[in-house]
């Protein structure tokens, strides 16, 4: 049932679906931040599920099973914290496109709102002085590559260093 919502959602293109849901219920933060949290849900519900029944098929698992731990104890305590590297992994690889989303809303308007301040909102207003003030939008725009870029390097350091099967 959770696994048939998962192949729902990542059937649809998020970014409609965001743009949809936005433009239905009015422009406010708090819409606009669990739609921003809720970006990618089924990457991690699938990923997580695949990880936990591999480590649940584990030889030290099934026997701290028959030892007669309870499946919570089991999970807690065994299964979470070995997937909980790659958990770790896909969140900092999967923040770039979390960034980008944000900003992209925000410069289409269906984002965060004066007077509060968005990376998407500045690029948004310097269009309109490119010719004058280049600056006001190449300097989000730059912020923006270079924080998407850092975060993505940081995944990619992260992935080398929590995965045992990248060991030197």
Known sequence: TIMMMVDVQAS??????????????????????????INGWEVYARLARGAALSVRERGYA???????????????RHVLPNIAAVLIVQFTLNFPQTILLETSLSFLGLGVQPPLTSLGQMLGDGRNYLLTAWWMAVLPGAVTFIATLSVSLIGDWLRDRLDPTLAD
């Open 62 to 76: 099934q026997a701290i099973h028959a030892f007669g731990a309870s499946e919570w104890r089991l999970y807690l």
């Open 12 to 37: 649809l293109p998020f970014m409609i679906l965001a743009l949809a849901v936005l433009a239905f219920f009015g422009n406010n933060l708090t819409l606009f931040v669990l739609v921003i949290g």
